[in-house]
């Protein structure tokens, strides 16, 4: 049984950093679709950044320059560091996973099987 647990939310000031991680357990594929959602209230989930078998890596537009996500294989965690927090960053955070060599539609949560429970981001002064 697949089991995603996400650790690191918190509460930050505007401009601070955050580093979120996903812990995977019992995905035994060596082949992954992986990637970070979030959710704000009364928002629809929308994605983050995802990253797949081959490295390579998705941002959508408004976390670009300012959020990397990466695997540690070796480990089976995936993260997400942020930088330059804003107040609009401001939401529960979702690891998300699915069973493909490489992501078709990264950021449309359908596309992924399993998912964490979500860690709380707050960014406020």
């Known amino acids: 049984q697949v089991q995603l647990v996400e650790s690191g939310g918190g509460s930050v000031q505007p401009g601070g950093s955050l580093r979120l991680s996903c812990a995977a357990s019992g995905y035994t594929y060596s082949y992954y679709c992986m990637g970070w959602f979030r959710q704000a209230p009364g928002k629809e989930r929308e994605g983050v950044a995802a990253t797949d078998t081959y490295g390579t890596t998705n941002y959508a537009d408004s976390v670009k320059g300012r959020f990397t996500i990466s695997k540690d294989n070796a480990k089976n965690t995936l993260y997400l560091q942020m930088n330059s927090l804003k107040p609009e960053d401001t939401a529960t955070y979702y690891c998300?996973?699915?069973?493909?060599?490489?992501?078709?539609?990264?950021?449309?949560?359908?596309?992924?099987?399993?998912w964490g429970q979500g860690t709380q981001v707050t960014v406020s002064s």
């Open positions: 998300a996973a699915e069973s493909r060599w490489w992501c078709r539609n990264w950021s449309k949560h359908n596309e992924y099987a399993y």
